[in-house]
């Protein structure tokens, strides 16, 4: 049985809980399969190449760009750059998988503009600016002024939330209430077809 869309995003600011939501969805069946993305920022502790990320070095990045490789990218941040793939949709999809991305607000857009109704875009947001900067200090993994950086980000990415086939918020200590609505978007968006 083939699903009825071939890739989900989850798409907001950093810290707000994406990779949280796609293991919910990850784990709730083995239909999906995650897209690992692309970047040039350093590896974090414990993050290993081709598990939560490509890590690519500047120059190899713009070359995988110059040759056409990337679904999509964008520079995020100052000299941080992102992307996913042809080649990890492709392996996906080529396995009756659905691809399950986890990428910025942009990207996402751009995925849904190439695909149309084979995507479905979530963008997913905290219940309020101060709460985002709050689990990104909690976080740990930015300075102050990277974190300045991203939530000014987040208030412009917020003027893309209703281009998104639904808007998600992950509200603080409310898990519960976002994988429920994450099972809904599975039951009524990605029912396989008879």
């Not at 600011?13 to 293991?23: E, F, I, M, R």
């Not at 969805?25 to 502790?45: C, G, I, N, Y």
């Amino acid at each position: 049985m083939e699903m009825k869309k071939k890739i989900i995003v989850f798409a907001g600011p950093s810290g707000v809980g994406k990779s949280t939501l796609s293991n919910i969805l990850l784990h709730h069946s083995d239909k999906f399969e995650f897209s690992v993305s692309a970047t040039t920022r350093p590896m974090r502790l414990g993050e290993k190449h081709s598990v939560h990320y490509y890590f690519f070095t500047h120059d190899e990045f713009k070359q995988k760009i110059e040759n056409q490789e990337f679904l999509e990218w964008e520079e995020v941040y100052p000299d941080r750059f992102y992307g996913t793939l042809f080649s990890e949709i492709s392996r996906i999809n080529a396995s009756q998988k659905v691809a399950v991305l986890d990428i910025d607000v942009l990207g996402a857009l751009n995925i849904k503009k190439q695909f149309g109704d084979d995507a479905y875009v979530v963008f997913v947001k905290p219940e309020s600016t101060e709460a985002l900067e709050d689990r990104l200090k909690i976080r740990g993994t930015e300075n102050e002024e990277q974190i300045k950086i991203r939530v000014a980000r987040f208030a412009k990415e917020l003027n893309y939330e209703h281009d998104f086939d639904t808007i998600l918020v992950n509200a603080t200590g409310k898990i519960e209430q976002a994988k429920q609505q994450v099972l809904n978007i599975i039951d009524q968006e990605f029912t396989p077809q008879p």
